[in-house]
C-alpha cells in the first residue's frame, strides 16, 4: 500500500545547484501533480501531467521541468536553484480529473541557500 | 482563472465545541469543491467532498455545505478531538478540458483540550 511515495525527504542546496525529485505512485492513476506549499500561500500548482508522456504548465511553473516518460513516475527538476525555491514540494496522483480524490504523497523540504 | 480564499488562517476552539471554516471560490463555473487535511509532517488527504448539484454532504462528525449563490462553501467539524488539530485546504475544480485543483491557503484548526 505505498500509494504516493516521494524522493528524497529532505534535501538541501546550493544556489545554482540542480536536482530532480521523484514521484512515483502505484495506483495506476492518469493524472499526476507537483505542488509547493509555503507559509501563507497554500498549495500552488507547478506542473502537471494528464497521461504518459504529457505535461502542461500550473500556476507557478517558472524555474522548473518535467517529465513522465513512465505512467507511474513524474519528475520534477531543477535546473539552477534558488533561495526563491525553498519549499515543501508535494506530488499528487489522481485516477482522472480535478474532480476525483487526489492522493498526496509525504512531501520533500528542499532548502537552497 | 479560479481563485479560492479562506477566511480564517488560524482557528481555535475547545474539545468538543464545533468548528466552522469557510471557503470561497470566484469562478461561478466551478463544480467540484473538496476538503483536504493535513496533518503535521504529511501530505494533504481528502476528508469530504462535494459536488455543485448537491447543497450539503455529511459523513459522521465533519458536513460539507455549498452556496453556490454567495460562491462559498463551509467544512462543519462537531464534536471536535485533539486529532482534528491540522492543516484544512478547501480546493474548487472547473470544468472542461483538464481540469485541475486550486486550492486555498489553509486554515490550522487547533483544538483546545
Known amino acids: 500500500n505505498a500509494g504516493v511515495t516521494q524522493t528524497p525527504k529532505f534535501r538541501v542546496l546550493k544556489t545554482g545547484q540542480s536536482m530532480t525529485l521523484l514521484c512515483a505512485q502505484d495506483m495506476n492513476h492518469e493524472y499526476m501533480y507537483w505542488y509547493r506549499q509555503d507559509p501563507g500561500m497554500g498549495l500552488r500548482l507547478i506542473h502537471y501531467s494528464v497521461g504518459e508522456g504529457t505535461t502542461a504548465k500550473g500556476e507557478v511553473p517558472d524555474g522548473y521541468n518535467v517529465s513522465r516518460l513512465k505512467k507511474q513516475n513524474f519528475l520534477l527538476g531543477l535546473e539552477s536553484a534558488a533561495p526563491s525555491q525553498t519549499s515543501v514540494y508535494f506530488c499528487?496522483?489522481?485516477?482522472?480529473?480535478?474532480?476525483?480524490?487526489?492522493?498526496f504523497g509525504q512531501g520533500t523540504r528542499l532548502t537552497v541557500v | 482563472g479560479e481563485s479560492v480564499g479562506l477566511h480564517l488562517p488560524t482557528l481555535s476552539v475547545q474539545e468538543g465545541d464545533s468548528a466552522v471554516i469557510k471557503c470561497t471560490y470566484s469562478d461561478s463555473a466551478s463544480n467540484y469543491f473538496p476538503w483536504y487535511k493535513q496533518e503535521l509532517g504529511k501530505g494533504p488527504q481528502l476528508i469530504i467532498d462535494?459536488?455543485?448539484?448537491?447543497g450539503e454532504k455529511k459523513d459522521q462528525r465533519i458536513a460539507v455545505t455549498l452556496n453556490k449563490t454567495a460562491k462559498h462553501f463551509s467544512l462543519h467539524i462537531t464534536e471536535t478531538q485533539p486529532e482534528d488539530s491540522a492543516v484544512y485546504f478547501c480546493a474548487a475544480s472547473i470544468p472542461g478540458g483538464n481540469e485541475k485543483l486550486t486550492f486555498g491557503t489553509g486554515t490550522r484548526l487547533t483544538i483546545i483540550p
Open positions: 462535494i459536488r455543485s448539484n448537491v
Open positions: 499528487a496522483s489522481s485516477y482522472s480529473t480535478g474532480y476525483t480524490e487526489a492522493f
